[in-house]
């Protein structure tokens, strides 16, 4: 299945995932729980390797490619932060 039917598939899924996490942020390096919902995401998505603990609360995934024709490997790195703002929401939507 191509990845993008894999995205559609789980979409309502993944709202939930940001739902979650924003009716429970946590400031600066204090993101333990939410550390921990990324590792976890990351292992079920089938991550070569998770580390946890970088920086004190921080998470890498590791993929691992097949390395082109001279066995070279080429890497692709994201980076998200984890913390929130302390900011009082008046939405009134469930999840603040």
Not at 46 to 58: F, K, M, N
Not at 68 to 81: Q, S, Y
Request: one cysteine or more; glycine letters at 10%; charged letters at 30%.
């Amino acid at each position: 299945m191509p990845v993008i039917d894999r995205f559609v598939e789980i979409q309502h899924e993944i709202a939930e995932w940001r739902r979650d996490l924003h009716r429970n942020p946590e400031l600066l390096y204090d993101v333990h729980r939410t550390a921990e919902v990324v590792a976890t995401r990351l292992r079920a998505f089938g991550c070569d390797e998770v580390v946890e603990g970088i920086g004190r609360t921080g998470v890498v995934g590791v993929v691992r490619g097949n390395g082109d024709k001279n066995g070279a490997e080429k890497v692709i790195a994201m980076r998200a932060d984890m913390d929130a703002l302390p900011v009082t929401e008046e939405s009134g939507k469930p999840w603040t």
